[in-house]
């Protein structure tokens, strides 16, 4: 009996030690982590090169292929491998601004700060007209039927006078632990997924839903279209005019202008004053199809039997054209590349192999993503093939520029415990909010259609919707760097940690 006893305790004391062992060389791991993504980050100063130098990268771009070819180069230099570049899309259209004026000259001047659409066409040089005003409406016959035969040489201001957003409201916020809670108490998704395949065909009618009105006002003779979207404080959103295949037409002039211009105009001509508006935009359309990539790198597996295996991690590449994308998504971008960046100069090597994919065309309806998943993973309507289950997760960075406070898991219940004990570790640096939630409109949805563990970050909204999102103000100024160097610590220990278990996460549905 007394052997016994001593054969337990030694057994337990070994026990004790290989779990203290263990324990304190994940610690080991995670400070190396935090020594490098914290006191010698490299971050910032590639995102300031990446948006100052390279700027805007709208899909189908020669400026969204000059950022691609340097992301590349510092993937590169990173130390991943197998770096390259992948085709998504063989008739997306490049379209650049050249130069662009919009400018009020009667009943006294005013400089209208304004941005063209994405796709539109060139004036005839420079162009003057009286302004008319065109209410929003979904009824083409009513806009026919009023407006037949009175828009030759006009100017249109599309819309009705929006709706100011009191300065009072915070311009920038952060989660509060009440909401935080709220998120994590939900016992299921509030919020439904549309099937994807669904989602991409009610994508083709809604993005091109005022194709048929500005058809009907370029045939009447109207000069170009201006129209402006609520924001707060003069932001300028420019999104809107999806027409990027080289088969979609090309709209006339076509602008998004400041709200507070907008409404003096709308206002004068309720007091029975005419505007006068002169303008000049130029555009370049061309077909290259090389534009278009998907930018791929890779840190190979260390264990021979799991590194067939990978954890993928993602964010859209493609931006808007009138700020630098930054915060949309060029944070997450480079907030990507530094935890891979982290990972190597800590010089640990996880079992699984990581691989990073950039996806272009996520504005437009995440063409990017999809054609990466239907080349690897199958068609859209079919049964996921074997090499999608060799993914053991997809994680998606597109949330702004904001700390990442926990993960939306998607509907998939079976994964909180994993992530519940990741996060543990890096609780300090914020995260610890598991929520059942869905959140859309990124490329996870993509991954998730193929049964493929996929997850988004919850990240403080910060500045994202009410100045930055879609706008001219898209630009590094409103990138934090103490979130965006906590953001890759976070991620370089998630990733990690997926890449090191023994076992794959679950799925939501057995295949």
């Known amino acids: ?122 004036t005839n040089g420079v162009v003057e007209g009286e302004i008319v005003s065109v209410e929003s409406t979904s009824d083409l016959n009513v806009v026919k039927e009023r407006y037949t035969g009175k828009l030759k040489g006009k100017i249109i201001l599309w819309g009705t006078l929006p709706k100011a957003r009191p300065l009072s409201d915070p311009l920038s916020k952060r989660f509060s632990e009440a909401e935080l809670k709220s998120m994590e ?56 005019t999806y027409n990027f295949l080289e088969t979609d037409p090309k709209s006339l002039p076509f602008f998004a202008i400041m709200p507070e211009h907008f409404g003096r105009l709308f206002r004068m001509l309720q007091q029975k004053v005419t505007p006068k508006i002169k303008l000049d935009l130029q555009t370049d359309f061309y077909l290259e199809p090389e534009n278009n990539v998907n930018i791929i790198g890779e840190i190979t597996g260390s264990d021979p039997t799991l590194k067939s295996e990978t954890v993928l991690i993602g964010g859209h590449f493609d931006s808007w054209h009138s700020g630098t994308g930054a915060t949309d998504n060029g944070v997450s971008c480079i907030t990507l590349m530094e935890a891979l960046r982290i990972l190597k100069q800590s010089g640990i090597t996880p079992k699984r192999t990581i691989r990073i994919g950039l996806w272009g065309g996520e504005e437009q309806a995440f063409i990017g993503s ?119 610590v976070i991620l370089a220990w998630t990733i990690y940690s997926l890449a090191e278990k023994n076992t794959m996460v679950p799925r939501k549905s057995k295949d």
Request: with cysteine; aromatic share 12%.
């Open 370 to 488: 999809v054609a990466y998943a239907t080349e690897h993973y199958g068609k859209l309507k079919e049964k996921p093939n074997s090499e999608s289950k060799k993914v053991q997760a997809y994680l998606n960075l597109d949330n702004g520029a904001g700390a990442i406070r926990g993960i939306y898991l998607q509907g998939n219940e079976l994964t909180r415990p994993i992530f519940k004990e990741i996060f543990s570790p890096v609780a300090s640096l914020g995260v610890n909010t598991i929520t059942i939630e869905n959140t859309l409109s990124t490329d996870h949805e993509t991954f998730d259609h193929y049964n493929i563990p996929s997850f988004q970050f919850i990240q403080d909204h910060l500045s994202y919707e009410t100045i930055n999102h879609h706008t001219h103000l898209d630009l590094p100024e409103y990138v934090p760097e103490n979130d965006m160097m906590k953001n890759a």
């Open 1 to 122: 009996m007394l052997f016994k006893k001593l054969l337990f305790t030694l057994l337990f004391i070994q026990l004790f030690f290989i779990g203290f062992s263990q324990t304190a060389f994940d610690e080991t791991k995670l400070s190396k982590f935090k020594n490098e993504g914290l006191l010698h980050s490299d971050a910032i100063k590639m995102l300031n090169e990446f948006t100052d130098v390279y700027g805007q990268r709208l899909t189908g771009s020669r400026e969204y292929l000059g950022a691609a070819k340097w992301t590349a180069n510092k993937m590169n230099e990173i130390g991943l491998t197998n770096v390259h570049f992948e085709n998504y899309c063989k008739d997306c259209r490049g379209w650049t601004v050249k130069s662009f004026n919009v400018e009020m000259t009667a009943p006294n001047y005013m400089h209208i700060m304004a941005y063209p659409l994405a796709m539109t066409k060139s």
């Open 185 to 240: 108490d939900k016992l299921s998704p509030s919020v439904k997924q549309t099937p994807l395949p669904e989602q991409l065909e009610e994508w083709k009618i809604s993005d091109h839903k005022e194709n048929a009105f500005l058809e009907f006002v370029e045939k009447e003779g109207a000069l170009a279209v201006l129209k402006t979207q609520p924001m707060f404080a003069g932001s300028l959103n420019v999104s809107g």
